[in-house]
């Protein structure tokens, strides 16, 4: 369980055990409630995590609402975008083993995380991490209930696939942008699980190519 529960949930456990205590216990009903449901919605479950090369793995729990070629920095990049309702998990995952290059936060607005227009105006936290083979950027949107974006790494940290990196609380969304030949395992409607869940592989060509390059570069060096 994510350490937020607590701060959720004890004030009110304590103020609904006032209220038992001074007006009856169905006063305290709805207030008690309500901290259980903080204490569930703060859940985080441990995941297996597969050690397919070149696999990505999904960084959220929720409903893939798009699967779509787009271009970004000048290049085709293949975006899936996972919605979290209030229901799901919301501990995020880093989809890929690697070292975190760059974490770019950018305020904005909080519209509906449904919304296509939320993957650009909305507040979010962009990370990119890179490994010998793989690049992927991953986005965390705020959306219209979410006020908050947790990042708990930083730039230069080493990260494992699966690997907790944050959360975002209550509704929100979360975007992955990969390679445009990344293999696709996934379509819109399905339902995923951070860290279990595979989007994508990665051709092993371009695996190669990355690590090629590296050995080139020690070996000049």
Known sequence: ?????YYYAVPLLAAAALLGWLAGPLWALPV????LFFL?????????VTDAPGALVAPADGKVTSVAQVMS??????????????????V????????????????????N????????????NIVTVENDGQRVVFKQIAGLLARRIVFTKKV???VERG?????????????????????????VGDRVKGGSSVLAYVPAAQQLVGAGAERTAQGAS
Request: proline fraction near 3%; hydrophobic fraction near 45%; charge should be positive.
């Open 40 to 48: 569930w919605f703060f859940r985080d479950p441990e995941r297996e």
């Open 92 to 111: 995020n995952r880093c989809p890929i083993a690697g070292v975190i290059r760059s974490v770019v936060y950018q305020k904005g607005k909080f519209l």
């Open 73 to 90: 920095g000048g290049l085709p990049q293949l975006r899936i975008s996972i919605f979290l309702s209030v229901f799901d998990v919301h």
């Open 163 to 187: 690997e907790r990196v944050g959360l975002i609380k209550f509704g929100s969304r979360v975007d992955v942008l990969m390679d445009a030949s990344a293999g696709v395992q996934v379509r």
């Open 1 to 5: 369980m994510v350490r937020d529960a």
């Open 156 to 158: 230069g940290d080493r």
């Open 113 to 124: 995380a449904m919304n296509a227009a939320s993957a650009e105006q909305n507040e979010q």
């Open 32 to 35: 008690g409630l309500l901290a």
